[in-house]
């Protein structure tokens, strides 16, 4: 069993897997009447063009630190973006890309204010929330065509809290 340890989510370490999605710096615009901050495109939101996004919710079960992680997926057709429905701290693992397989993973933990856009084939965990409710929206592909790859890890990985 390898050991993976924990991080802050952050854009800078998380940008090669896509985008952190939260409130920081300055709105780009004041509106309805200056009542409200937008801070405008905050992901890039991707799908091939036979596809659409959607956006659908899902409720998963709460996990537990440490995590034995067995397996991975990726979306090859679309970006996956997990925007939480509360305001508690989840888990967001990714792995880099080596030869068509996934490499060992990294584990970020959101600071409960932060959603996730996971990049089009990208090697990704399965939702994680660390805490209930695991309500979350999600903005995916909807459409036909084999948009799920799942990767089985001969050696499981335990994902410690740091």
């Excluded at 440490?66 to 508690?88: C, D, K, T, Y």
Aim: glycine share 8%; net charge negative.
């Amino acid at each position: 069993m390898i050991e993976v340890y924990t991080q802050s989510l952050s854009q800078e370490l998380f940008a090669p897997f896509g985008d952190v999605i939260e409130v920081s710096g300055t709105p780009d615009k004041m509106i309805n009447k200056a009542m409200c901050g937008r801070f405008h495109d905050r992901a890039h939101l991707q799908t091939d063009p036979e596809g659409r996004l959607g956006l659908s919710l899902f409720q998963s079960q709460s996990f537990a630190l440490p995590l034995m992680l067995e397996m991975v997926e990726r979306h090859p057709l679309g970006s996956q973006a997990f925007i939480p429905m509360h305001q508690n701290p989840f888990l967001v693992i990714v792995a880099p890309d080596q030869a068509g397989q996934p490499g060992t993973p990294l584990a970020f933990v959101t600071n409960g204010a932060q959603a996730v856009n996971i990049g089009r084939d990208i090697w990704h965990g399965v939702l994680t929330p660390l805490a209930d409710p695991g309500l979350f929206t999600v903005i995916d592909r909807i459409g036909s065509g084999n948009n799920l790859e799942e990767f089985w890890y001969k050696t499981p990985f335990r994902i410690i809290p740091n």
